[in-house]
């Protein structure tokens, strides 16, 4: 994020540091120029997500619908225009189109050209509410970016048993909805597998919307001991999250490299690398509140 | 809370020696007349909540509506004259007016005044409840305001982490809102985004009331898909909870070290060394049950 | 429980000798006769139990009615005589009738009686469920006994924080229930304050029946806040009892008492007695491992 | 897993020759056989599995049954060739017929034969989805069985302190169930105990389908109770499994201790002391990723 020093900058040619000047305003919140513009990138994305919201309205859109659509298609070309400016600027365009914010950047112009062939998909504007993480640093949030940091590593971290969990969960679902369109054939809801496993994920997942319900006996002594399953199994999520979470939150790792092997993950009461066993610069701990949040 | 020992009390003026006399019968509860007046307090707070309550039950209201509208005449003016005579009798007027328990007072008052120009606002009375908070130091129950002082602790100290998640509820919502707006644009209670985004709350917080439920089969996926992420995410507030309530709970290891062998991590009710059986410092624990609770 | 050795067995007279054998059928199981009883108690309950269930469903009811009401009255007459076989063999009747066990052996004759007052009250008869527990010791469940005691212990102490958790709970109910109660006054379900609180109750749970829902934009957005919180704070007992469950479970303070002063609860690191000094006797920790696993 | 150098192969019989080649086919991955064997395995499972809910849906039934109902005939032959082979090859046939994977490998055809005599029993046919364990190896999924493992070794030390819970919960539902059908005998859905028990269950586990509500307000005042009863009482599973899988999560602290300064705390990817800095014993590493699955 910082403006590293880049030296021998006057040999370059004119393109390349018009090119630097633009990462900076785009990119950047350095600058008075870059802090304006991610200051009206903010409001842009507040207000064009507002306005796909109210035109879905139906009293709003009789009378305000043909105004909101401008619009929104004022936002989509200012934000077509701001994606290619980033497009440009950056070193490696094809690097920054993959990334996340890349992606991004680009759901949230797609579905504005997208509804002129397929009406209403201009909804999908929505998704631009995750350009708002990009304007995160704006808002001094970088605290904020800190914890969402220690959360992403411990769900990560909890990925390989959430997996395992939910393939268990996929299985209960699969079996236990062909077992109830058995039982419960007749009734309403369960005329299909596919069916059934709706009823069931509804019920596993404690929401019972009571759009479906077992009328047989069998039908209910089955969905009890799904219920009681559902009650009891939520356990597990929780209890990986919480393990992983206090590991990650009381290891904090320290956040420094090995500055002989440059391998990182120590714990923060260790004085020697893990790995070579060189001695750790005890100094870094202060450091911890500039880790760069995720960017292109 | 205690009254403190005041130097040179002989020198202040009439007026200041009656408003500490009133201040330690309306904010303390040392003095009979004090304790006296808590609770009192406690009973008109019940009995005013009570009054509103069966106020707005049809049958009682029909043969005993004037009654409790005088009831609740009465209790309003009586907290009333409470608040003034908390406002003479504290030094800082101003300070106690802005304060929680302050605003609180207020609340607990104002509806009823508001009632006389939008009729039904009187139920808003009920905010009195929090009123007993206040009162709560007269039940002796300091313990329970120690465990209350915990769990704010760690949901406070969770607030940061809380938020992200909430950012992430909300995004998801939004999304999985306009989504569902678009898949289900034929089904009753998809007619808006907004109308869209309360399915999906009802939805992933595992509610379920099923006012509103998906009736297309890309629908009812989408929804199956949501119910699951609502059902493990549900994990991550607990498992933050869980972690900063462990780190608070367990810090009660009393910080002390032994003045012997320098050694720490002694239990809170240890008073000799666990490690080479020395005596241990015990005059530290004293000030844990003098800690005041938040207060005007 | 076990038959404790009692000296100067042979001056005692007759009465109390015949009330000693007694009670070690009665209320023993190292004998032969006492593991009978304990056996025959333990059918008596669990056909007793479905008498009571099966007679509550009207297709049985009709053909079997009769057969079950005195199957049913068998049920209460050998349970009555059981209690006063009970009460006048134990040493201290007062004690006994007033202990939990005294009153769910009450409890499990007294509905048999009062339905010749109420006709219908003979269903609560299934709180012979609790009896039960009394004959756990039969089935060498003592481990399950063990469990359930760490289990009681953790939510004992994690009374005090549920208490809080539970009163704040309760304000926000009575707050949210009075507020719906205004934005929703026309809605079917928000007649009254309590109704509303009923509302709230059921939402703030995550149950959803569905059976009353907020039908106002303002009274829905309210309703998801609520939603919200709910989903957010069941974190919070959640986090209270991991907590305390993980502090019962992995203190499980060595189980040794100090040689000197006789207290326990010493940490599973102490080499000496933290109350006295002492030093601990240290050879205890090797049968910790030895614990057999789940057997007959 | 691993085929094991077996010293004098060659005075086997020509029988156990051929079996043992049949069995690196059918049990083991290593080789190309065994390879494309547990990829036309995995295969087989996942179109049989498709076909079957397929043929559920009337819709597709309609112009497809017939060609689905001989696709699932032809999987149905396959899997119990498969079956026999597995058969013959194993050592111990008796043991793997009683084994976890032998059952399961039983049920996955059974229904198709039962449907003979039962139509509809195919559905069943649904618990192939089982079979996917068995070919998760060759996925490179040794990472996920790992993880499964820890998850099971958790989950199997709660459970003694989950069937206590499971208890109570049963208790509880007995009881109100009993109590809800004296309560609200007039209204619908509490015509019995076991339906009122069915309602309790509904309410209890906070799934709330709404089919059955409580409409006096004694019912809804007791509703009330265990709706809260429920919310709070799911933290003791959570709380339970947390505990568990702390405890055998934290456990890979490789209990290994420095040769060097005798410290340990290390984490299972240190190969340097963290304290001092010298060479850890690695050996105890190799160990890890060798445990076998749950096999035949």
Redesign the interface.
């Given at each position: 994020m910082a403006a590293m020093p880049r030296p021998s900058e006057q040999q370059r040619p004119q393109g390349s540091r018009l090119r630097e000047r633009l990462f900076e305003v785009v990119f950047e919140s350095d600058t008075l120029a870059g802090r304006l513009f991610d200051l009206g990138l903010l409001w842009a994305i507040i207000l064009s997500?507002a306005a796909?919201?109210l035109a879905?309205?139906?009293a709003i859109a009789r009378s305000w619908g043909p105004t909101l659509k401008i619009a929104e298609w004022v936002f989509t070309i200012v934000f077509s225009i701001e994606y290619v400016l980033r497009f440009v600027s950056v070193r490696n365009p094809t690097r920054y189109a993959g990334s996340f914010f890349g992606l991004v950047d680009l759901a949230a112009i797609l579905p504005g050209y997208i509804d002129l062939l397929i009406p209403?998909?201009q909804?999908?504007?929505?998704?631009r509410?995750?350009r708002?993480l990009r304007v995160f640093r704006l808002l001094k949030l970088g605290?904020?970016l800190g914890?969402?940091e220690?959360?992403l590593t411990?769900?990560r971290a909890s990925r390989?048993?959430?997996?395992?969990?939910?393939t268990f969960?996929?299985?209960v679902v699969?079996?236990v909805?062909?077992?109830m369109?058995?039982v419960e054939?007749g009734s309403a809801g369960f005329?299909?597998?596919?069916s059934s496993?709706?009823w069931a994920?509804?019920?596993?997942?404690?929401?019972?919307?009571?759009?479906v319900?077992p009328l047989t006996?069998l039908g209910?002594a089955i969905?009890?001991l799904l219920?009681?399953m559902?009650?009891?199994v939520?356990?597990?999520?929780?209890?990986?999250?919480?393990?992983?979470?206090?590991?990650v939150?009381?290891l904090p790792v320290s956040g420094q490299a090995c500055p002989a092997c440059t391998r990182s993950?120590?714990?923060v009461?260790?004085?020697?690398?893990?790995?070579?066993?060189?001695?750790l610069n005890p100094q870094l701990d202060a450091a911890r509140d500039t880790v760069p949040p995720d960017q292109a």
């Open positions: 997500i796909v919201i879905s309205i139906p209403g998909a909804s999908l504007l929505v998704v509410v995750l708002l605290r904020y914890e969402a220690i959360l411990a769900v390989p048993k959430i997996i395992v969990f939910l969960v996929f299985a699969i079996i909805g062909a077992l369109y058995l054939s005329e299909s597998i596919p496993m709706y994920i509804v019920t596993l997942c404690t929401v019972g919307y009571g759009d319900v006996p209910k969905a009890s219920m009681i559902g009650y009891g939520i356990a597990v999520p929780t209890g990986i999250v919480s393990v992983e979470l206090a590991r939150s009381n993950g120590h714990a009461d260790a004085t020697h690398c893990k790995f070579c066993g060189a001695l």
